[in-house]
C-alpha cells in the first residue's frame, strides 16, 4: 500500500516501536572494567557536564569534564581542559564473578554488576540535565556491604579540602596555556583572563558511617548504600558584555549539590530518565537480523568480529542511536556546543584543542541535529555563534578590511581562533543554522537568530567577492580544507558563498524582509563562479584543471554542494553529480573516520545506498573502537555524529522541495522500518518497507498540510497527518 489513514498508521507505528524494542536491545555492554580512556570506558554526559565511567571492581574511576573549563581569551583559541577524576576504593571479600557493565541508550544509564564474596552489588551511574549533577549509586543484597572510600583529584592541582561528607576543589587556570597542534614551537603567551573553578563531591550513606578521612578522602564503612552526587562549574558567562566572567561559582556548585541531596535517588533517576527519553525515544529504526541474539555477544567483541567481516545489522543500528546519544548528553539547551569529542575529554593539552573546527567537524556534529529528530540539541551551536560574532567581527575587519565576519579554522569559548583562515568557514556554520530554520519552520528563531547572522556573513562576502574579466565573481586568495594552494576560485569557497546567498534569499522571502538586499544578492549568486568539470570527467576542486586523479585526499571540501549542501544533485543536475561522482570514486573508500562518515553521506545523496553502505562497513572495521568512538585517530566525535547523520540520508531526503523516501537503501537492508526521521518543512517521517519497496509509510506535520512525496520511483502529493 502507498499510504495509510492516519489514525492507522499510528497505530501501526506504535506496534512497530514496540517491536523493534523488544528486537534490539539498545546497549553497549562488557564483561570486564575498563582499562583505557579512549577506547573501553563509556561515557555519560548532561549536555554541560560529561564523564567517562571504567567500571572497576575494587576501585572505580570517573574521570568528568565541565564544558566551560577552557584556557584562551578573544586572540587565542586555547583549550578544553580535563576537569578531575573521581575514585572510589571498595573492600571485596574475594574475586569478582559474573561481571557486567553497560550503557543503555534507552535510559542514558550507565550499571555496573558483579558478585563478590557471596554478595551480588551493582552500581548505577547517570548525567542529569534537570539536577545538573553525575550521579553514581552503589548497592549490594546484603546490608553493611559497602566499606571503602570516595577521592575527589583535581586536572589542575587545586588543593582538596574534605567538609563532613563534601569533597571540593577550587582553583584557578592561571598560567595554563596551550603547548599543542598549531601552537606548538611557539613560545607560550599569557592570556588575557583566566577562570576560576571549582568542583564538588557529596557521600551519602544510607546505614554504616561516613566521614573525612583526610584533606581529599571521605570514608565510609559498614553502609548499606551509597549515593555519590558530582558537580562542576567556572566563572565563565557566555556574555561579552560582562567580559566572559561572572560569580565565583562556588554558589552555584553548592545550590546544586544540596537540592540534589535533597531529592530522593528514585527520583533523581526518575527525572533524569523522563528527560532524556522525551528526546532519544523520537526516533526508532529497525532492520532485517538485529534481534536479541546479537545482544547476547558483548560489545567489543561484537565490533571485533565485525571487523573480520561478520555481519551485524544490530551493530549498525547500535551504532546509529549511540549518535543519537552522544548528542543528547553533549548539546541541550543553554550549554555550550559540542566539540571535537563532544564534552568528552582526559587531556590538558588536548588532540586539536579539543575545539571547534569550523572546516568540517563542528558543522558535522549537527549534521544529524535536524533529521535525526534532536532539534533542542542545535540550540548551542547557534548561540554560541551569536556569542562570539562581536568579536569576529573586529578580527576579520582588522584582516581584511570588510563588514561582516568569518573566522580560523579553531575556535574557542571566548572567539578567539586560530591556525588557517577559512573563510567560507562562517558560511558553512550558517548553513546548519538555516537548516533549523528549514526544518522547524520556526520563523521567530529566523527572524530573531539566523537571519541577522546570515545577512552579516553575507555582507562579507559581498564586499570580498573579486570579479574576473568577464564579471564572474570568485573567492580570492580561497582555501579547499584542509588540501591544496591557496587561489582564487576554490570550489569549497564558490559552493557554500553560494549555498549562503540562497539561503538568505529565501530567508528574506520567509520574513517579507528586505527586498532590495535580497535581490541584489540574487544578481551576485548569478555571477558566481559555478562547479566546473575537469578533463578527466571530475568535478573540479579548483578554478584550475589540476586535480589528481590519484590523490585520496581525507577532506571532501569540493564536494560540499553534493552533501550537505543542495547545489547538485543526481536529479536537478545530473552532469554535475556524475562528475561529482567521478571525484569521490578517486577519492577512495578509506580515509580517516569522520572522512567515511561524510562520504557515507555523499555517496547517499548519489542515490548509491550499495556504495554507502560499503563505507559503512569501511567505517566500522576501521574507524570504530570498542566503546564505539569514532577515532581519526584519535577519538574524534564527528564521525560518529556523520554516521548518524548519513543513515538518516539513506532512508530519507528532503532538500530538493520533495520528501524522497528510501532514496539510498543498500540491498543489505532489504526489509526494516523507521519511525520518527524529520524532513525540511517541519514533516516527519515513519516507513516500513519489504524486499527493497516500501509497503507503508506516513507523512506527519503540527497541521495538515500538501507535500511531494517520492516513493517507490512516483511522486505523489498527499495532505500530511496532524501529528
Known sequence: MKHIPGAIVMCLAAVWMAQQVRAAEMKLWYDKPAANWEKEALPIGSGRMGAMCFGGIQKERIQFNEESLWIGDEEETGAYQAFGDVFIDLEHAGEAQEYRR?????????????TSGGVRYRREYFASYPAGVIVVRLTADRPGAYTGSVTLADAHKAKVTAQNNRLISSGSLDGYVYRGGSARGNPPKPYAFYLKYEAAVMVLNEGGTCGPAGDDRIAFRNADSITVLLTAGTDFVQDRARGWRGEHPHKAVVARLEAAAGTPYEKLLADHVADYRRLFDRLTLELPGTGADSAAVPTDRRVADYQRGTADPGLEVLLFQYGRYLLISSSRPGTLPAN??????????????????????????????????????????????????????????KAFNVRGWTMRAENGIFGGSTWQWVESGSAWCLQNVWEHYAFTGDSEYLRRVAYPMMKEVCEFWLDRLKPLPDGTLVAPNGYSPEHGPREDGVAHDQQLIWDLFTNTIEAA???????EFRDMLAQKREKLLGPKIGRWGQLQEWMVDRDDPKDQHRHLSHLVALYPGRQISPLKTPQWAQAAKVSLTARGDGGTGWSKAWKIGLWARLLDGDHAYKIITEWIRGSVLPNLFDTHPPFQIDGNFGYTAGVCE??????????????????????????????RGNFTVDIRWQNGKVTEWRVSSPEPRKVQVRVNGEVVTVTAAKK
Not at 533542542?376 to 575587519?397: H, K, Y
Open 340 to 397: 571535537l569529542q563532544g564534552k568528552w575529554n582526559q587531556s590538558n593539552n588536548p588532540p586539536w584543542r579539543c575545539d571547534y573546527h569550523t572546516d568540517v567537524n563542528i558543522q558535522m556534529n549537527y549534521w544529524p541535529a535536524e533529521v535525526a529528530n534532536l532539534s533542542e540539541c542545535f540550540e548551542p551551536f547557534a548561540r554560541w555563534l551569536l556569542s562570539i560574532r562581536e568579536v569576529r567581527t573586529e578580527a576579520t575587519r
Open 650 to 679: 539513506m532512508l530519507v531526503q528532503s532538500h530538493l522541495g520533495e520528501i524522497h523516501l528510501l532514496p539510498a537503501l543498500p540491498a543489505a537492508w532489504r526489509d526494516g522500518s523507521v519511525s520518527g526521521l524529520r524532513a
Open 102 to 114: 553497560e550503557l543503555d541508550l534507552t535510559r542514558a544509564v550507565h550499571t555496573v554488576g558483579y
Open 509 to 515: 522571502d520567509a520574513l517579507g524582509i528586505d527586498r
